[in-house]
């Protein structure tokens, strides 16, 4: 009796939260398909894909979007959008233990954050991500790469006094 109560109470919270997550993920492609000009389509996009790569029942999904984003934010000119198109691919690949594709993102992301004018938070997530390239990198047993990312990671987040993620790259050396 007592789990049919909590079966019963499961359904009763966790359905309508399930439902309304679908709600928002639909919400946000309605709203990236709406937008009007390309950068805002591009953003929008981003906005979509962050979310809709927590939904792991859409892997296949979430691959063809990263060639649209991708795509999108190359034509917009942009690089912060383009920075944060290949931020949230490498992370992405990151979490599902992809770490060739995930150093393959990064990169990009690494090349485009030293090489543009890049916004105080994008420097400083290029930063956290080059701790995120060096555990990539420690993962794929190539040391000397980990180790000189995590080095620039420390010069980076220095100039914002992130003590914490300096400690993690620290640690993770």
């Not at 499961?10 to 390309?38: H, M, V, W």
């Not at 047993?141 to 000189?148: E, L, M, S, T, V």
Request: glycine share 4%; net charge negative; proline share 2%.
């Amino acid at each position: 009796m007592r789990n049919i109560s909590i079966t019963i109470c499961l359904f009763i919270f966790l359905l309508p939260a399930a439902a309304g997550q679908e709600n928002y993920t639909d919400n946000l492609r309605k709203a990236y398909l709406s937008a009007q000009g390309d950068s805002a389509k591009a953003w929008n996009h981003i906005i979509y894909l962050s979310e809709l790569i927590l939904d792991s029942k859409a892997d296949k999904q979430v691959a063809g979007e990263f060639l649209k984003l991708h795509e999108e934010t190359a034509k917009t000119g942009i690089p912060s959008l383009l920075f944060w198109s290949f931020y949230l691919e490498g992370y992405h690949a990151y979490s599902r233990f992809q770490y060739m594709s995930s150093i393959i993102a990064l990169e990009k992301a690494k090349l485009i954050a030293e090489k543009q004018r890049l916004s105080a938070s994008a420097r400083e997530e290029a930063g956290r991500a080059l701790i995120t390239l060096g555990l990539d990198y420690s993962a794929t047993n190539d040391p000397d790469n980990a180790h000189r990312n995590y080095q620039q990671a420390i010069r980076v987040l220095q100039e914002f006094n992130d003590s914490l993620n300096i400690t993690l790259a620290y640690l993770d050396m």
